[in-house]
């Protein structure tokens, strides 16, 4: 059954300044039959409050709980990291609000958002802290922007200049990734199976629909054509021309039982069925709260320890200070592989559900090792400091879930991610490796 929606705002709920046909009526008629309504969307600049103050002007009720922005989930990712920001009011006082420490000279993370005054200056500073080792962050990939004085250029433009300068890619945080979605999961507290997405773009709103294996309904009210979909690759649920047919389907769903929801014909072609039953990792994904990780893979952070090592009495690779130690759930799975990297700390690996892991591990001066992890090879490996490693499933269709914990405690500074040209330049003898778990 249907028990919450996820809606998009831009060409679903509104149009600048004027509202879709229908929507208002839709949303008050949901929430009088008890569904959740959530207002998700991939611009950071707007404080939550201003943007409930928008729905509300079409007689919407909004609270800020019925809010979600990629300034709140890239706040979650960054956690109690520090961050160089680029962005205006709604990320910097997200990032405030949560206690986010804002450092231009050495942050653990570039945060990229929408910012007007954005300059070469501002650009050149970023690209020199990603190159240092901050972790480049994007709340959205969003080439342009729908704003009250025209179309302005978005924070994918920014993000591009960036990207090019310093020749890395970014972690992006909003639509089409599924970090957005998975925090509207948890923010919901509902199964993903009693949630749907509703949005007008097949790229990003539906296309983040599935990758989070959320079922998702089109609406033909903004970006998106039939047209469209005869071309794209990206299939929703269910196509719907207007609300009226949109409330129909979703009655519909939300009035059968738990055991036949999606099982009547709705209001419109019925173009994907919904996710197959869950697999084991996508439960593990979904129990332990795992966001995807930038090496591959899906991680959360479970523990870093409350004191801290002064830069005083650590090696000087670290260049500041450290947790005593830090620890995450890790899980890969099918093809999916962690690519080579490096850190600057020993680092622990454990293993604690699934097939198994092959850890590959090449040392400064080239010697190779092959760790396997699993209930029939070691429990725990470790892996040296600055020792490149990779890791895979020890089959195509296999998982695993483990645990990593880093002495002294990890920080994204320390990351360093492994550059396909320049590790095959340094180690020639194992290129073909290299050139399959690397990106």
Same mark, same amino acid.
């Given at each position: 059954?249907?028990?919450?929606?996820? &809606?998009?705002?831009?060409?679903?709920?509104?149009?600048?300044?004027?509202?879709?046909?229908?929507?208002?009526?839709?949303?008050?008629?949901?929430?009088?039959?008890?569904?959740?309504?959530?207002?998700?969307?991939?611009?950071?600049?707007?404080?939550?409050?201003?943007?409930?103050?928008?729905?509300?002007?079409?007689?919407?009720?909004?609270?800020?709980?019925?809010?979600?922005?990629?300034?709140?989930?890239?706040?979650?990712?960054?956690?109690?990291?520090?961050?160089?920001?680029?962005?205006?009011?709604?990320?910097?006082?997200?990032?405030?609000?949560?206690?986010?420490?804002?450092?231009?000279?050495?942050?653990?993370?570039?945060?990229?958002?929408?910012?007007?005054?954005?300059?070469?200056?501002?650009?050149?500073?970023?690209?020199?802290?990603?190159?240092?080792?901050?972790?480049?962050?994007?709340?959205?990939?969003?080439?342009?922007?729908?704003?009250?004085?025209?179309?302005?250029?978005?924070?994918?433009?920014?993000?591009?200049?960036?990207?090019?300068?310093?020749?890395?890619?970014?972690?992006?945080?909003?639509?089409?990734?599924?970090?957005?979605?998975?925090?509207?999961?948890?923010?919901?507290?509902?199964?993903?199976?009693?949630?749907?997405?509703?949005?007008?773009?097949?790229?990003?709103?539906?296309?983040?629909?599935?990758?989070?294996?959320?079922?998702?309904?089109?609406?033909?009210?903004?970006?998106?054509?039939?047209?469209?979909?005869?071309?794209?690759?990206?299939?929703?649920?269910?196509?719907?021309?207007?609300?009226?047919?949109?409330?129909?389907?979703?009655?519909?769903?939300?009035?059968?039982?738990?055991?036949?929801?999606?099982?009547?014909?709705?209001?419109?072609?019925?173009?994907?069925?919904?996710?197959?039953?869950?697999?084991?990792?996508?439960?593990?994904?979904?129990? &332990?709260?795992?966001?995807?990780?930038?090496?591959?893979?899906?991680?959360?952070?479970?523990?870093?320890?409350?004191?801290?090592?002064?830069?005083?009495?650590?090696?000087?690779?670290?260049?500041?200070?450290?947790?005593?130690?830090?620890?995450?759930?890790?899980? &890969?799975?099918?093809?999916?592989?962690?690519?080579?990297?490096?850190?600057?700390?020993?680092?622990?690996?454990?293993?604690?559900?699934?097939?198994?892991?092959?850890?590959?591990?090449?040392?400064?001066?080239?010697?190779?090792?092959?760790?396997?992890?699993?209930?029939?090879?070691?429990?725990?490996?470790?892996?040296?400091?600055?020792?490149?490693?990779?890791?895979?499933?020890?089959?195509?269709?296999?998982?695993? &879930?483990?645990?990593?914990?880093?002495?002294?405690?990890?920080?994204?500074?320390?990351?360093?991610?492994?550059?396909?040209?320049?590790?095959?330049?340094?180690?020639?003898?194992?290129?073909?490796?290299?050139?399959?778990?690397?990106?």
């Amino acid at each position: 059954m249907i028990r919450a929606l996820i &809606l998009d705002l831009d060409g679903t709920v509104y149009r600048g300044r004027e509202e879709v046909p229908g929507a208002g009526t839709f949303i008050r008629n949901m929430r009088a039959r008890g569904l959740r309504c959530l207002f998700v969307t991939n611009r950071a600049n707007r404080p939550v409050s201003t943007v409930c103050e928008h729905i509300r002007s079409y007689g919407i009720p909004c609270d800020p709980p019925d809010v979600l922005t990629t300034a709140q989930a890239a706040a979650e990712y960054v956690g109690n990291r520090s961050a160089f920001v680029i962005g205006e009011e709604g990320i910097l006082g997200e990032f405030a609000r949560c206690g986010i420490r804002l450092d231009d000279q050495r942050p653990d993370c570039v945060v990229v958002s929408f910012e007007r005054a954005f300059n070469y200056e501002r650009m050149r500073r970023a690209c020199d802290l990603i190159r240092q080792g901050a972790e480049f962050i994007v709340t959205n990939p969003d080439a342009w922007l729908r704003m009250d004085e025209g179309i302005f250029p978005g924070t994918g433009a920014l993000a591009a200049s960036i990207e090019v300068g310093c020749g890395l890619e970014p972690v992006v945080i909003g639509k089409p990734e599924r970090r957005l979605f998975d925090k509207a999961v948890r923010h919901l507290g509902l199964p993903r199976e009693d949630i749907l997405t509703i949005g007008d773009n097949l790229d990003t709103d539906i296309r983040a629909g599935l990758r989070a294996e959320l079922r998702s309904a089109l609406i033909l009210t903004g970006v998106s054509t039939r047209a469209d979909l005869a071309r794209s690759d990206v299939k929703p649920t269910w196509v719907v021309d207007s609300y009226p047919e949109l409330e129909q389907l979703v009655m519909q769903e939300h009035a059968a039982p738990a055991s036949t929801a999606g099982a009547a014909a709705p209001v419109r072609t019925d173009i994907r069925q919904p996710a197959a039953p869950e697999t084991a990792a996508g439960r593990w994904i979904r129990e &332990l709260q795992l966001d995807r990780h930038p090496e591959g893979g899906y991680f959360r952070e479970t523990y870093r320890a409350a004191e801290s090592i002064p830069a005083s009495a650590l090696p000087g690779r670290y260049g500041g200070t450290r947790s005593f130690a830090t620890s995450i759930h890790f899980l &890969l799975e099918g093809r999916d592989f962690s690519a080579f990297h490096r850190l600057q700390s020993d680092e622990v690996w454990h293993f604690h559900a699934g097939d198994g892991l092959r850890l590959h591990l090449i040392a400064p001066d080239g010697a190779y090792q092959e760790i396997r992890l699993g209930l029939d090879a070691h429990l725990q490996a470790v892996v040296p400091a600055t020792c490149w490693v990779a890791a895979e499933p020890v089959s195509p269709a296999a998982y695993a &879930l483990v645990g990593c914990t880093v002495a002294p405690g990890f920080t994204f500074t320390d990351f360093e991610l492994g550059r396909r040209a320049d590790l095959h330049q340094r180690f020639p003898v194992h290129f073909a490796l290299i050139d399959r778990l690397t990106r």
